[in-house]
């Protein structure tokens, strides 16, 4: 069974820098798995933040950025601000149709 | 501006089915996938299924014995059913958008989510 991983926690200072990432238990990440991220906060539904790897969803601010690392695809805020404390949910495609999500990154912005 | 708001009972006695339905508004629910997501409370995300306008189908295999999505093109509607529910479905479900009908895809729209309890 495919396993999407990422980081259950993180934390970053205001105006820093953070990368969360979205790794697979027995394969690397790439673009064929059109990598996209979602940002949540409590009590509210998912916004879409980075799809195709790279791309920002309208809307988004700069400091939000996609990239494949190595192995995972990632996602980085520059500049963390008070309000980015959220959680963060990737999700993958695994081809046949089929989508599986990550369990998700809490960030807390301190 | 697409919208999407989920609805159905918001308690589900164990063993029996849940029913969600996700009306569309804004846009045309033609030419585009639709999916349902759930989030057990405290938890991650989990892709249950979607369906295409016209009825094709394809299921979280986690799941696929007990689910089935259908749509109705003229209500501008699609639907969950899970059947043999346990307290494990407990979650909020959530419908959405494919942005596209090939290629690199995404969930592009999302409605606010419902909370469906399975009790006694």
């Known amino acids: 069974q495919t396993v999407v991983t990422q980081e259950p926690s993180f934390s970053v200072s205001p105006g820093g820098t953070v990368t969360l990432t979205c790794g697979l238990s027995?394969?690397?990440?790439?673009?064929?798995?059109?990598p996209s991220w979602y940002q949540q906060t409590p009590g509210q539904a998912p916004r879409t933040l980075i799809y195709?790897?790279?791309i920002r969803s309208s809307g988004v601010p700069d400091r939000f950025s996609g990239s494949i690392l190595g192995n995972k695809a990632a996602l980085t805020i520059t500049g963390a601000q008070a309000d980015d404390e959220s959680d963060y949910h990737c999700?993958?495609?695994?081809?046949?149709?089929?989508?599986?999500f990550g369990g998700g990154t809490k960030l807390t912005v301190l | 501006q697409v919208q999407l708001q989920e609805s159905g009972p918001g308690l589900v006695k164990p063993s029996e089915t849940l029913s969600l339905t996700c009306t569309v508004s804004?846009?045309?629910?033609?030419?585009?996938?639709w999916a349902w997501i759930r989030q057990p409370p405290g938890k991650g995300l989990e892709w249950i299924g979607w369906?295409?306008?016209?009825?094709?189908?394809n299921y979280n295999p986690s799941l696929k014995s007990r689910v089935t999505i259908s749509v109705d093109t003229p209500k501008s509607q699609f639907s969950l059913k899970l059947s043999s529910v346990t307290a494990a479905d407990t979650a909020v479900y959530y419908c959405?958008?494919?942005?596209?009908?090939?290629?690199?895809?995404?969930?592009?729209?999302w409605g606010q989510g419902t909370l469906v309890t399975v009790s006694s």
């Open positions: 804004g846009d045309s629910i033609s030419n585009y996938y």
């Open positions: 959405a958008r494919f942005a596209a009908v090939a290629g690199p895809n995404w969930f592009d729209s």
């Open positions: 195709s790897t790279n």
């Open positions: 369906i295409y306008y016209r009825g094709n189908t």
């Open positions: 999700v993958l495609y695994m081809g046949s149709g089929i989508w599986v």
């Open positions: 027995s394969d690397s990440v790439s673009a064929s798995h059109y």
